[in-house]
């Protein structure tokens, strides 16, 4: 007798779900075959449809997001030892590659900085925007009042730094409006546990 569309669907459904392991064994080895030719057609296809994987990635970020976030929750365990295997056999690249990205991005990476401390403490973290912090402050140091070079790079003492107006370890916030222009050197003698002051009004 002729099986009908839904029955057909039914019955590989059906196979599908008691050979999961026989199937997960033959795409691994098939991969593992193959893997040089599947890396070659992915890099091939990523680098002719950039333009419509970013489209597709910006119109569907939250549900990427959620879908990673899920996948994360049930293979929480594979996905933490698989990243730390990662890091150690890419140990080298990911060191250059911080290197290269802080000396092409220090304010960037000072922000960073400055969040991963935030949290430390505990921090409230708000969206801040550096070049308008500047623009605000009309690049002047807010401890001595003293003009701020801009071109001078860390180490150089009188270079550009952010000071909490209310330390984050006195709990203050890590915001745009707690945060101000200062000379590095300001900022370092001022320390952490001095009287907050009053934070800037946006």
């Known amino acids: 007798m002729t099986q009908t569309n839904e029955e057909r669907r039914i019955a590989h459904k059906l196979w599908n779900d008691t050979h999961k392991e026989e199937q997960h064994a033959y795409a691994a080895a098939y991969r593992a075959r193959h893997k040089e030719e599947i890396n070659t057609y992915n890099a091939t296809y990523k680098a002719a449809h950039q333009e419509e994987a970013a489209n597709y990635r910006a119109l569907?970020?939250?549900?990427?997001?959620a879908s990673r976030r899920t996948y994360y929750v049930k293979h929480q365990k594979e996905s933490i030892a698989y990243q730390a295997t990662y890091r150690l056999a890419h140990q080298r690249e990911r060191v250059a590659y911080d290197r290269l990205y802080r000396a092409s991005h220090p304010q960037q990476s000072a922000e960073r900085c400055r969040q991963q401390r935030a949290r430390k403490h505990g921090a409230t973290i708000g969206p801040i925007d550096l070049e308008a912090i500047k623009i605000r402050d009309k690049m002047r140091c807010s401890i001595c009042g003293k003009r701020v070079n801009e071109k001078l790079k860390h180490p150089n003492p009188y270079s550009?730094?952010?000071?909490?107006?209310?330390?984050?370890?006195?709990l203050g916030?890590?915001?745009?409006?707690?945060?101000?222009?200062?000379h590095r050197r300001c900022n370092t003698k001022r320390g952490a546990g001095r009287i907050p002051v009053q934070m800037v009004l946006l």
């Open 60 to 65: 569907h970020r939250n549900e990427l997001l």
């Open 160 to 170: 550009l730094s952010f000071d909490h107006s209310h330390p984050l370890s006195l």
């Open 173 to 182: 916030p890590h915001s745009q409006e707690n945060q101000r222009v200062a």
